[in-house]
């Protein structure tokens, strides 16, 4: 699950991390940041979302986040995956 914030919305990031690079469906890049000692994925960017940084909610560590507001990629969701049927779904490319 992930969270799209503008970028001026971010006030910082620390730490050290490493970048990964691959084209998203879209055929356009998105650079993956994480870190080096567990290899967890925190934060991307999107060539085909300018100016936007998406945060892994895992990161913030808050039990009480809210759940999803939208479905994207049911397709290739793993079979023991639950997705509220009540969930409008964006398809992205």
Request: with cysteine; glycine share 8%; hydrophobic share 35%.
């Amino acid at each position: 699950m992930q969270v799209w914030y503008r970028a001026e919305q971010i006030s910082g990031i620390s730490g050290e991390a490493r970048q990964y690079s691959r084209l998203g469906d879209s055929g356009k890049p998105i650079v993956f940041h994480f870190c080096p000692t567990c290899g967890s994925t925190v934060y991307w960017k999107a060539e085909v979302r300018p100016g936007s940084v998406a945060i892994a909610v895992g990161a913030f560590a808050d039990p009480q986040w809210p759940p999803p507001n939208v479905s994207v990629y049911e397709g290739f969701r793993h079979r023991w995956v639950q997705v509220d049927p009540a969930l409008p779904m964006k398809h992205e490319n």
